[in-house]
């Protein structure tokens, strides 16, 4: 399983200093503009750097996601599109074929340097892949839409984050994230004291910390902000990270009820934050 799509993820991130325009995505770049190295940390940076490069590591496009994200957006085409940290960008060029200019901003550099020999591979011009820290947006010129998936819960400190993002949002711009939580505070404990312990699984990096209700409060100051939680994730978490995955399908199925019923939804691990600026 991927990181990005496991339960308990923990990151953070680099980086450096990408300054050519990009005239090809029509996502500007500022050019002249010397990064600091912002929050990312080397240990972060090694750890995806290290999945990206090994041969297990498989990437998919989340439809469902995507979808939800379209419909919060609107017609993409002829827009400008920035992702923040998506790995070696599989979701950016689906963005792109819907005809948004794309820049995907993520701090590995293997997963860039992958991305963009892919899109020279393909000809693709309307997708550019940056090297950079998504904590330190001074590079890029405002765009139309932000789009994120398991990337808030990495960024710190959170209020310059945010700083940034309202910054690079045109007025009118919308983003949408995909992310974990940190509401229920059984899924915490368990976090902070089993996992990564004893036959217990962790994914992601050790610097990242599920999406905090505080983190979403700092997001409400500068956006109108939607949750929306698509699934219930709950008692399913028992099964991948406690049980081996035994019992998979009847944890499911006393998700779905509680999803139904609308039961804890606030709890389940899984949210979509939809900003407008
Ligand atoms: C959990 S993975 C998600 C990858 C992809 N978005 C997905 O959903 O499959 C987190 C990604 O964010 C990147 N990342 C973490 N901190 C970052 C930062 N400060 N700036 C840019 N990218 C960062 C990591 O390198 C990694 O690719």
């Not at 960008?89 to 340097?113: F, M």
Request: net charge neutral; with cysteine; glycine share 8%.
């Amino acid at each position: 399983m991927a990181p990005d799509q496991g339960i308990f993820e923990e990151s953070q991130q680099n980086v450096r200093k990408s300054k050519s325009a990009s005239p090809a995505t029509g996502v500007l770049v500022r050019e002249g503009i010397e990064l600091p190295g912002g929050a990312a940390t080397d240990l972060s940076r090694t750890f995806w750097d290290d999945l990206y490069s090994s041969a297990s590591f498989t990437d998919s496009v989340p439809i469902p996601v995507i979808k939800a994200a379209m419909e919060h957006f609107g017609p993409v085409a002829g827009k400008t599109l920035l992702e923040l940290g998506g790995g070696p960008g599989t979701t950016s060029l689906y963005l792109g074929r819907l005809g948004a200019n794309v820049i995907n901003l993520e701090q590995s550099s293997k997963a860039i340097d992958d991305l963009n020999a892919r899109l020279e591979r393909l000809g693709i011009s309307n997708v550019r892949g940056i090297c950079g820290d998504a904590t330190d947006l001074a590079q890029i010129e405002p765009v139309d839409f932000v789009f994120g998936s398991m990337i808030l819960h990495h960024l710190e400190p959170f209020p310059h984050f945010v700083a940034q993002l309202r910054r690079v949002l045109k007025p009118g711009g919308k983003a949408f994230f995909y992310e974990n939580n940190a509401n229920s505070r059984l899924l915490v404990w368990l976090r902070q004291h089993i996992v990564g312990r004893l036959w217990i699984p962790k994914y992601g990096d050790k610097e990242e910390f599920p999406l905090t209700p505080d983190e979403i409060d700092e997001l409400k100051k500068a956006f109108t902000v939607e949750v929306i939680y698509p699934e219930m994730l709950f008692f399913r978490l028992a099964s991948s990270y406690l049980l081996k995955r035994h019992f998979e399908n009847f944890l499911g199925k006393i998700d779905e009820f509680f999803f139904r019923r609308r039961w804890l939804l606030s709890h389940s691990y899984r949210q979509y934050l939809l900003l407008s600026a």
